[in-house]
């Protein structure tokens, strides 16, 4: 139901707010630490062969165990709970550089991001609370209480085909350069333009491949019925293990990983928020 006039009047105030720009921006610079630190899991996992879970959860719980890592983790939450809460606004208003068909695309986009920003944040919570089981862990479980019915094998494959689309759009939105249009371009020199599109490239692409791998993986869980495949992006980059060239093949992808990472501290000083 479209808001209101006085309702997407105060939306949009309160989305103009420069605290939650603020909040939001360092929000920015936690994810892209978050993904570093998911870089630097994938390369143990390429060459030490064990390491804490590989996906963002794994990373949260190594920043546990350094030194000032709670305090960390704490100012991430709130920069991710700011993004959560912009991108809530986002889903609801619009930005207003976008019309018709693709505003609405652009919404329902903001709405899923929020809702990811929400699940990353509480387990960041988790992790303060001492939680000690990971996403991976958890997607297993939930899979395999699933997959006690037929029913529920369908439902975790469909999970996977939706996951390995997710992967495709991240990788055709990278190769195609479509995050340009949210960075703040006319205050970059030429040499941060290039760098910045580089970096968005390469970091989705590779996050996008990651994603897809995992769906790919969930659909096989649930034919195959193994739970222990349904662990999302830790499951995929172990499969990337086993196969030749595994620890090489982790390695590029640490690399675009970490380019993710670079590129979401770039987008907290010129992302249009």
């Not at 929000?27 to 963002?56: E, P």
């Not at 709970?81 to 329902?108: D, K, L, T």
């Amino acid at each position: 139901m479209p808001l209101s006039s006085q309702a997407h009047g105060a939306a949009s105030r309160a989305a103009d707010s420069t605290w939650l720009e603020r909040l939001t921006r360092g929000g920015f610079l936690g994810y892209g630490v978050i993904h570093l630190l998911f870089a630097y899991l994938i390369i143990r996992i390429a060459f030490a062969g064990k390491a804490a879970d590989g996906d963002q959860s794994g990373a949260l719980h190594a920043l546990a165990e350094k030194p000032f890592g709670t305090a960390l983790i704490v100012l991430i939450v709130i920069g991710l709970a700011a993004m959560m809460i912009w991108q809530i606004f986002e889903a609801a208003i619009g930005h207003r550089s976008e019309r018709g068909r693709h505003r609405v695309y652009e919404r329902v986009v903001s709405g899923g991001r929020a809702a990811f920003y929400a699940y990353l944040g509480w387990t960041g919570i988790k992790v303060l609370r001492g939680k000690t089981a990971s996403s991976a862990d958890t997607q297993e479980n939930a899979s395999q209480d699933l997959m006690a019915s037929s029913g529920g094998r369908f439902t975790v494959a469909f999970a996977g085909v939706v996951v390995a689309a997710i992967g495709a759009g991240l990788v055709v939105y990278g190769v195609t350069r479509k995050f340009e249009k949210h960075l703040k371009t006319g205050q970059m020199t030429a040499r941060m333009r290039m760098i910045s599109r580089r970096l968005g490239v390469a970091g989705y692409a590779a996050k996008g491949l990651a994603y897809a791998t995992a769906g790919v993986l969930f659909v096989t869980a649930a034919v195959q019925y193994d739970p222990d495949k349904a662990r999302g992006l830790d499951a995929a980059l172990r499969a990337l293990a086993d196969q030749p060239y595994g620890p090489w093949l982790l390695a590029l992808s640490a690399l675009g990983i970490a380019a993710y990472g670079l590129f979401s501290i770039v987008q907290a000083r010129y992302r249009k928020v």
